[in-house]
């Protein structure tokens, strides 16, 4: 896909209500709409892709910025995946 632009969005309260992660069918036909125009949706949000992972795929999303930044991914690459090691939990 040629990316002209990109389009950020949140999840809760943004792109679905508040509670079970589901978008409306006008929510998906616009976030199809923005890919035939060239503009790369991305979902940025604080949840986890295991919360997340069925919405990414029924919306055909590649590109995702999960965990409040600490999950990256770009053209279904990961690019940054930071989590806690063990010591430095045990430090806490």
Do not use: W
Not at 19 to 45: D, M, R
Not at 53 to 82: E, P, R, S
């Amino acid at each position: 896909m040629m990316v002209d632009k990109l389009a950020f969005f949140d999840l809760d309260g943004t792109l679905c209500d508040n509670g079970p992660l589901s978008v409306t069918q006008a929510t998906f036909a616009a976030i199809q709409k923005l890919k035939h125009e060239n503009v790369l949706p991305v979902i940025a949000t604080g949840r986890s892709y295991y919360e997340v992972h069925d919405l990414l795929k029924m919306l055909d999303l590649h590109t995702f910025i999960l965990a409040n930044g600490c999950y990256i991914v770009h053209d279904d690459q990961v690019i940054q995946n930071y989590h806690f090691q063990l010591t430095e939990l045990k430090k806490s």
